[in-house]
């Protein structure tokens, strides 16, 4: 965490530049460093941890050491593009009317990923109550999940960069478009991790862990996970364009009344009913993905009923 900590700065002009390309349009280029910063982030685990045994420690450098390299790979595809701007040192300084915008629509999205987060701590204090194997079986569900949420996270991401290019142009009817393919593909995709998570989540799990007990758990919990992946499918895409057209504290909103109204309570009315198990605790995601969902489709309804949508002249 030190370790971490104290490459803040990198992190954030690693995640920073990967923005400014998709605000662009340009999808490609992020994944060409974030495939380079994997490279040398496996190749720094396995020097630092496996050779010389640095531990916990050796995979933070590694980490920190590879979004170095991926900031200065980035930094020079940048340099060498045809921008719509000049990048000059006098404009490295502080714009207040710009940083009241970016902190306007950022702050509500930092704090509700901050306390959405909280939440799923919160579950995991929860199950950690039910026995070491039910906790081990959550860890190792959620790794995986964090690679099932990884394709709904990106049709977030790009729909919020499509949307915000297309809604300061005017182009809202061209952003809803957008909205309406790309829930369409994000819930093809999301049955196909439906069925695959579902039916075979302890190979899934088997990847992470070795121990019989701990893959059965896994498996029960993440049959809970994959009835969400139906459901995330379609909401992260709302959530994406409802960023891109700055109304981020709906967002935040939504994701908060999910996490403690219905994924918090939820799981711990499961945990305490008898004979329960990790699958009754996890179908808290889904309920709360649920309600988000009607939210999300609620406020578009007022949108549109009010003809915030339309094309701008």
């Given amino acids: 965490m030190r370790i971490c900590g104290g490459g803040m700065l990198v992190i954030v002009a690693y995640n920073l530049i990967g923005c400014v390309f998709r605000g662009l349009g340009d999808s490609r280029t992020p994944l060409i460093t974030v495939a380079i910063a994997c490279v040398f982030n496996v190749a720094g685990d396995l020097l630092l941890c496996a050779v010389f ?9 590694a980490t920190v050491f590879a979004q170095i390299v991926s900031v200065i790979v980035s930094f020079i595809l940048i340099s060498k593009k045809d921008l719509p701007f000049t990048i000059k040192k006098e404009n490295i300084r502080i714009h207040k009317t710009y940083l009241r915008k970016m902190t306007a629509f950022g702050a509500p999205i930092a704090l509700q990923d901050l306390l959405v987060s909280i939440s799923f701590l919160i579950i995991l204090a929860i199950v950690n109550g039910m026995g070491v194997i039910a906790s081990a079986g959550v ?11 990884l394709i709904s996270s990106a049709f977030m991401q790009s729909m919020s960069a499509f949307v915000a290019q297309n809604y300061g142009a005017g182009r809202l009817t061209r952003a809803r478009k957008a909205l309406h393919y790309g829930i369409a593909v994000s819930f093809s995709v999301g049955v196909v991790m439906f069925v695959i998570t579902f039916f075979h989540g302890d190979i899934l799990a088997g990847i992470f862990s070795s121990d019989p ?9 993440l049959k809970a996970y994959a009835i969400d992946c139906l459901f995330t499918a379609i909401f992260f895409c709302y959530t994406g364009f409802y960023n891109g057209i700055g109304r981020t504290r709906f967002v935040m909103i939504q994701g908060i009344l999910g996490a403690f109204c219905v994924r918090v309570p939820v799981s711990y009315i499961m945990s305490i009913q008898p004979n329960t198990s990790l699958f009754h605790i996890g179908l808290a995601t889904p309920m709360s993905s649920i309600l988000q969902l009607i939210l999300c489709v609620g406020f578009m309804l007022w949108l549109q009923k009010n003809r915030l949508l339309d094309d701008k002249p």
Avoid: L, N, Q, R
């Avoid at 860890?139 to 949420?149: H, P, R, S, Y």
């Fill in 213 to 221: 007990e701990v893959i059965a758990a896994a498996a029960d919990y």
């Fill in 139 to 149: 860890g190792v569900a959620e790794k995986v999940c964090a690679f099932i949420m």
């Fill in 53 to 61: 045994g640095m531990g916990t420690a050796g995979a933070a450098i």
